[in-house]
């Protein structure tokens, strides 16, 4: 049976004000989610490790993560935040070195207003001074943010690059076009992967169906090929949509159709080698029995 690497999900201590984003209509996620949360549900489905991804654009949530990460060797990485426009960037990237579970670093493109905020000259400034650490840089932008993203990786050769949620295409409305023209463009950049993840919730939350989401899982595999694709949950944030078995329900039936090597990679080979995980740490554990809350 093949590995299975969740190669993006979320842990958080929930705190109205620092989780603005969580809007009507989201309360399942207005609570904590610890890592023994996502133990219970990884394990049931099947889950050999995984890579947790920043949900703050905080300093103390990066260093959480990564405490929380060294206590659990199923937690085989990290996608941290640190200030990359700020002249501190160098600083903080050598500071973090010292933890070998961060894997990557990720900016909240998609909630800045300008579609090209990635050309901005100081943060192109930070991405550069990732260049030496073995960094990967995770992407989380809108489509309309496409151009200015296939602009700013070239710009960039050397780094590595993942897609996260394939961009979130307009699944709901069905107005995937320009979506896939610029995925097929941003393709063409061999420094960049992607993740299939964070899909349910472009669709519509409460009736989606597999039909919805295989057409641009097909189209990622066209652009992107096996060997940069690589599967991700976006838990506890799917949990708006889909709960957390069904997600993997869906990228098993959609892999099966694949050889055996491709489905590997999609499933865990990409996670290791983008990220740089360990596989012999890939222990996902069920967790201790606690008192139920």
Known sequence: MTEIIDAHHHLWNYDPAQYAWIG?????LRRDFSFADFQRVATSAGISGSVAVQARQTLDETFWLLETAAQH????????????RHSTAPAHIAALRQYP????IRHVVQDEPEDDFLLDQSFNQGISALADSGLAYDLLVRVSQ???TRIFVARHPSQTFVLDHLAKPDIRSGRVDQWRTEIYRLAESPNVSCKLSGLVTEATWDSWTYEDIAPLLDTALDAFGSDRLMAGSDWPVCLLASSYQRWWDVLQTWTSQLNAS????ILRGTATRVYRLDPAAQSIEPPAQTQQR
């Open 146 to 148: 496409l151009p200015a």
């Open 24 to 28: 009507a209509g989201m309360d399942v």
């Open 73 to 84: 060797p199923g937690l085989l990485g990290v996608v941290g935040w640190i200030p990359l």
């Open 101 to 104: 579970r961060l894997k990557g």
């Open 262 to 265: 491709a489905r590997d990679q």
